[in-house]
DNA sequence: CCAACTTCGTCAGAGTCTCTTACCATCTCG
DNA sequence: CGAGATGGTAAGAGACTCTGACGAAGTTGG
């Protein structure tokens, strides 16, 4: 409702497009098997590998839900499991071979949606707005 | 997955963040028999109402899924449908009295995040961020 | 060492959300 | 009026998430 749109859909807004994009494209590139959702914990993987359970924290989800999801991934190829050596309970989720490659495409597609915006609003404007947000991150996000 | 955040999990972040304190707050008041996908929905309600069309649009989910949520909010109080004097196949969904109320209440919890947000950034750079993302709106933003 | 507690992960079951397909009612346009 | 577009609903399936309960492994304090 309104004359000037709360700050929360403001930020929603380019999220979904850029998401939106990125869907596109991968599925484009073949990688058209796997969810929003499932995307999003994928994106959270450490480069050395995370715990199911941190992948749920930092998802905001449950654990139950990020290893449904992480299941997925796995049965497509995305990423494997290996147990965890600094801990006999755990096991380490790492972005396989196949997720490597989607990494790649989407990599891509971020850098040119990124390229479009830096058109719209000048160079300058769109490092202020990435500097902004990385401020901002520091009383969002509670993992850093 | 790296040194730098991609922009979307940058913008992403601190929605996240303000959608978990509106949540919180409202379930504080009383507000608490709705969930996130419900109150998406229920943002997007113009002032006069919308149409379970446009609210599925603009959602970005189908008329289906809409009219799914749109059922929960009407049973719950929060919205009311009535017949669109200007398209017999239509419908209005409306804020009812009880949403109008919830809705009052994540204005103040807004504010209040905003608030933070201003004292963090400083008023200037805050300003700036809304512009910024104002402005991004344009190329993002199928909806105007 | 061992018992209590915590943490990592799984299983089972239920509720929520979303989609596709199909359909009816109404509106618009030629 | 008839054809096509649009607003909405119905049914069914699949995806996502949660709570509760549990086993296995790690941690801590006596």
Redesign the pocket.
């Known amino acids: 409702m309104t004359e000037s749109l709360n700050t929360g859909l403001l930020l929603f807004l380019p999220y979904r497009a850029l998401e939106f994009r990125v869907f596109e494209g991968l599925a484009a590139a073949g990688f058209d098997d796997?969810?929003?959702?499932?995307?999003?914990?994928f994106q959270r993987i450490a480069p050395g590998g995370?715990?199911?359970?941190?992948?749920?924290e930092q998802?905001?989800?449950?654990?139950?839900?990020?290893?449904?999801?992480?299941?997925?991934l796995e049965r497509a190829g995305y990423v494997e499991?290996v147990p965890?050596p600094?801990?006999?309970?755990?096991?380490?989720?790492r972005v396989a071979e196949r997720g490597a490659r989607s990494v790649e495409v989407s990599r891509g597609i971020v850098a040119e949606v990124e390229a479009e915006w830096t058109a719209h609003l000048g160079a300058r404007r769109m490092a202020q707005l990435r500097t902004l947000l990385a401020d901002l991150r520091e009383i969002t996000d509670p993992w850093r």
Chains 1, 2 share one sequence.
């Open positions: 796997f969810t929003p959702a499932q995307a999003r914990v995370s715990r199911t359970t941190e992948l749920a998802a905001g989800i449950t654990k139950q839900s990020a290893s449904f999801l992480v299941d997925q499991r965890d600094a801990d006999g309970r755990a096991r380490l989720v």
